[in-house]
């Protein structure tokens, strides 16, 4: 459990240094099972399958763990515990649904650290920006993300297609409209990290549009739903007011310990209170005033890439490897604008198969055991034929070690009539290797053959896109007004309850003693204060 960043002992949530992604491993008879069949033919027409976007309660169940329960006042040692315990809930569901379904667990994130950025970054968030690549934005659009932000958090939502230099406008307008008919998502902007000739993005929307867009869904989405606007804002400033006088008390119990335990003086005087109290008032009014923006998506989707045109410099760095993020980033851009940067994280999907996440760039190469059926997934997709894009001539003759076509296959007995063979994914990478004079001893390597069109693919240098579903997808829309917006508003709907079966409050107790600092009498350990995360943050030049 503790690989998981799970530790039901532990007091207090780890640092982010130890953040990391954490995907479980795959059985060898799976990975056996799929080299075996690397050998039979693609078909004659070929289409990706295209994820189904499954919004059953049984999907989305499975597909995001919820965050606990938390009332005022309780301390980030009893609610690090209710996560801990949450977590481990939700795993065991997840193994059991799939258990059930007869299939095996699909690659997902398993560590909770990660999984409390995303917490946070929907919480703290305004206006939830989901960056999806324009290839395959059902791939990455999670459906019990989507549900959570827009019908649990009932925040406003915008898609942002990003890599559009990648595929034609026409796909990119299709995707745009499929994805505009959501309820929830008020504004889908294309963007691309590609500059044109003339120095612009090559994108007719650049990352200025982004910022102007989430802008006009907040301004819409209060326009639209006046009446849950005015309790969400009201209940940000009393939770203001009391996180302020929770942590005024604590500092002064705090400071009267210290100074009875003959540990230092106090340093907390009237002037001094008075200061600090006008300090925060301003930096209450400051955060106030800015549209706060959370970046959320899945890993290799360009988040990063986005962040830093909307900056102008380069704000975070830019990896090909999936997860590079790993930490919540607080970025102030104006006197009206703040971004949090979440870490990518891959959802548990039931509707996609392992070797599109690995095309879509979801599982890291290096993870990466076998490359031929992601091949045939890649080749069922790409743009123009994979073999013609690899320059590759066809077999002249049906060879059984590379490509096994059964006698009920309507092309077998074309191939006995002299029609040249069919393409698989062992053959296609047994003749790049053979082009690219790719061994093994003495043997043709296929296996790096597989490898190297798959980093040819995360380099984006295989065309590539799926196409939008031809049904209109049913989802309840989100509530117009009424009576039950503000008590909606007050639950923060979409938590998970917790039983306390298990927590011990007094050795909670003497943890905090044990653990409270003796000289850093400035220290703030309040992890419920948004205030603090603009303490000394100003607009960047």
């Known amino acids: 459990p503790e690989a998981l960043g799970v530790n039901m002992k532990q007091k207090r949530a780890p640092t982010s240094g130890g953040i990391q992604t954490i995907f479980a491993g795959e059985a060898n008879m799976d990975v056996q099972r799929r080299v075996a069949e690397a050998r039979a033919p693609f078909p004659e027409e070929q289409s990706p399958e295209s994820p189904a976007f499954d919004i059953s309660a049984e999907a989305t169940e499975c597909g995001m763990p919820l965050r606990p329960r938390w009332e005022f006042g309780m301390t980030p040692e009893h609610l690090h515990w209710r996560e801990n315990k949450a977590f481990q809930q939700w795993l065991e569901g997840v193994r059991a649904t799939f258990r059930e379904r007869g299939g095996y667990l699909p690659v997902f994130e398993m560590n909770l650290q990660v ?42 939502m915008v898609v942002v297609l990003s890599k559009v230099d990648l595929v034609p406008g026409s796909v990119a307008k299709k995707w745009a409209a499929w994805l505009t008919h959501l309820p929830g998502v008020l504004k889908v902007v294309p963007f691309s990290s590609k500059e044109g000739k003339d120095g612009s993005s090559s994108s007719s929307y650049g990352a200025a549009n982004v910022v102007q867009c989430c802008h006009e869904a907040h301004e819409e989405f209060a ?73 959320v998506g899945q890993p290799n989707v360009g988040k990063s890439s986005l962040l830093n045109a909307i900056f102008g410099r380069k704000m975070v ?36 198969t392992r070797e599109a996440q690995v095309v879509a760039g979801l599982i890291p190469f290096a993870q990466v055991r076998e490359p031929f059926s992601a091949v045939r997934w890649l080749a069922s997709c790409a743009q ?29 007995f074309e191939v006995e009539d002299g029609a040249p063979p069919p393409w ?10 053979q082009v690219r004079g790719l061994k093994r001893g003495n043997q043709t390597d296929e296996l790096q053959a597989g490898m190297e069109i798959l980093r040819k693919n995360l380099e984006c240098k295989v065309p590539w896109w799926t196409s939008p579903p031809e049904f209109a997808l049913e989802v309840p829309e989100m509530g117009e007004g009424g009576a039950g917006e503000e008590e909606h508003c007050q639950d923060e709907s979409g938590w998970v309850d917790v039983s306390d079966d298990g927590w011990d409050e007094e050795e909670d107790e003497e943890g905090r003693m044990e653990e409270m600092p003796v000289v850093e009498l400035e220290e703030d350990n309040d992890p419920f204060d948004d205030k603090k995360l603009f303490a000394g943050l100003k607009p960047l030049a």
């Open 223 to 295: 326009q639209t739903h006046p009446g849950l606007t005015a309790a969400r804002h009201s209940r940000r400033q009393e939770l203001a007011i009391k996180h302020e006088e929770a942590r005024r008390r604590d500092k002064v119990a705090s400071d009267k310990e210290r100074v009875f335990a003959g540990y230092a003086k106090p340093s907390f005087s009237a002037e001094i209170a008075a200061l600090q109290q006008e300090e925060s008032g301003l930096v209450a009014a400051t955060a106030a005033g800015r549209l706060l923006i959370g970046l």
């Open 317 to 352: 760095s830019v990896k090909e490897t999936p997860g590079h993020t790993k930490i919540l980033q607080t970025m102030v851009l104006d006197d009206q604008t703040a971004l949090y940067d979440s870490p990518g994280v891959v959802f548990p999907r039931i509707d996609i």
């Open 424 to 433: 698989s994914p062992f053959s296609l990478c047994h003749m790049y290797a």
């Open 384 to 412: 123009p034929a994979l073999p013609d894009l690899l320059k590759l001539k066809p077999l002249k003759s049906l060879q059984r070690e590379l490509v096994e076509l059964p006698a009920d296959d309507p092309r077998f």
């Open 115 to 156: 999984w409390r950025q995303l917490w946070r970054v929907l919480e703290r968030a305004e206006v939830v920006v989901i960056v999806v690549d324009v290839r395959a934005p059902l791939i990455h659009l999670p459906p019990a993300l989507y549900l959570h932000v827009s019908q649990h958090l009932r925040k406003p």
